[in-house]
């Protein structure tokens, strides 16, 4: 057995980011930047006014000094002139300086009659006035490659005048539900069978990771019916098989698979729910063979198809995010395999988070699986803890898994 | 001046969820579930066993005792006969209790030889079996309605049967810009222009919000221009304008469409960036007036607009969601508007969070927001607090924000 982060290593280690395409930037979000935004003009453009008020020359702008407007300068509209002296020109935020003024008075901070302003507040030179380049100038990197872009990260690609992005493919993965008693929903239900459930969790949980999923068909339990799915590879970045649990866990899927040339590169993970997983090589395309269980099928993929879809995204892959919570109810010690306890997770009025682990953790009951609000880590030989004491937890709901 | 909770009451107060549709159970993931997930059948269907090994009845199973296997039942192909005194039938995890056995012995628990099994672990009636409807039985409700369905609800959904679900149907969201200095991205920039970033970050963050964003053209400042979009609203279910600041915030905007029938709820709220904010309603469809400045845009749609798309897509509506950090820095008392301050995130070996405001925090510095991981929550009138004390956040990548 190994543990859950060498397993995740190895994956990680054998998974190379999907080649790229040119987007729309409107369809960019949510994609990682293959290559950096460089900042394709200056921003501002020139020195502007923070504020709704007046340009002048600082050395005018004494209290009570009056002035006379000479013009004004909406946003998009420069002033064509020059500010001399005892003169002022109407501006607003984000307006360009004039030519002549080094100063702002703020429109609360005058009387106006007609032309003439008077002034009702000292003016300091430069105040209220951003800089050419305050926020990037141009021919600099405003957002490196292997970013997911946010929505903050679309406005700032916009604001440096990048209609197009270069980001990687959503990497598309292959969804293999194995098993005679499978059906899908909505579908006739053979004697003893049960509704397909992982393939399509998995589906849903492969775009909550920004791939695209591609659900093959229901293999049956046999050589011929699991093998022929490596006709259905091309384009495919990742296979990912569930069950194959009715001759014992995953052995009919590595025999089928092996006769297609499948390398197999290992079995158990010292994990609950979970242990034994497939990862390899069938010809290009990496294997990841998830237990049928529902439960143990969920959280192998959150511990292992999720960071595998961001390295395949052009992300690191790093594991789930982790938040720290005290534990609603004790815990007992663990034994040598990594514990993933189903949660739920409320909120004490100080902010603190409480994660309370269902008293029933069997892997086949999907209903408290979906009803968790998150997984509490246990480590191999992690001692006892009291209700209270703090403990690590993946939140899921919030990844819309 | 009004508080930022009670402009989203308001904003909240007057929206109503979008209209509902059917779609395929894999077209559901991250959907606003409209009727409830009713169990179409029982799960398991029967009594199942949870492991590979031998059914027999319990009773049969002391230590050392022989038995006769006289059949199989993998997954799917349940037995068709009995198990009588003396007899035992090989079956695997999901397989059916055949008739008769009462008892589990596990496969590592055996020795067999022929068809003969020897019992080397006292056989407990019950263990090792599922009972039927453990996870849950036909006709309960295994998913309520305003939910917004995760990867392992729609799995859930599956097991329980449903090809279709019923869901809210996304928020359709229109997004004006206005300015004349306005181009977008790629296109010719006026004299003194900028390029439109605001409507591009807002369109990502409604996609974050599970929305539909429409983009309309850019209306110059004239009241005909931005009146027009008042003919463009058949199937919108809210429109978003930025800007208008260039004859003083949003006046135009709200000159131009007060013509079309606008009504304005309110203005000013006592927050910073952000102050000035319209919401109303033009005919049918709620308006949402953000400031021009794009951070403040931004931090106006994190706890505006976000809130305002989860109603719409038929969720109560929350708050952004936060969490406690640790300052990184000092933060000095604030004045009576509520301080959203950009900050980085950084994680310490003991898993806390520590957020540290960055030291500008001009309104139209975007490269700075786009690199902020999370927004300082300051409440009005808020206390002066020293590094290493304890501050609400709101953790912005995790939403795609």
Redesign the interface.
Known sequence: MISVEEARARILADLRPASIETVA??A???RVLAAPVTAR?T????DVS?M?GYALRAADGAMQATLEVIGA??????FAGRVGPGQAVRL?????IPAGADGIVIQEDVTRDGDLITIREAVTAGRHI?RAG???AAGEV??AAGR?????????????????LTVHRRPRVAILAT????A???EP?????????????????V??GGGEPV?LPVAA?TIEAISAVADQLAGIDMLVTTGG?????HDLVISALQARGLAVDFWKIAMRPGKPLIFGRLGDVPVLGLP???VSA?VCAILFLLPALGRLSGLPGDPP????ARLGAAVPANDGRADFLRATLRRLP???LVATPFVRQ?S????L??A?QALILRAPRAEALPEGA?A?IIP??????
């Open positions: 930037l409107a960019a979000w949510n003009l921003q501002p453009p020139a923070a709704d300068a909406p946003a998009g509209h420069p607003f935020t984000g307006s360009v951003r305050q926020d990037f405003v957002i997911r872009l946010t929505a903050r990260d679309v406005g700032l690609a916009a604001a440096a005048n990048h209609p197009w098993g005679d008693e499978i899908m929903p909505g239900i053979p004697a003893g069978g049960i509704v397909s459930s992982n393939s399509h969790a998995l589906a849903a949980l775009r909550a659900v339990d649990a009715s001759v014992g866990d049928g269980n529902p969920l995010p982790t938040l720290l100080d902010g603190a069997d086949s009951m999907l209903r699986m979906a968790s703090d690590v899921l709901d919030s990844l819309g898994i």
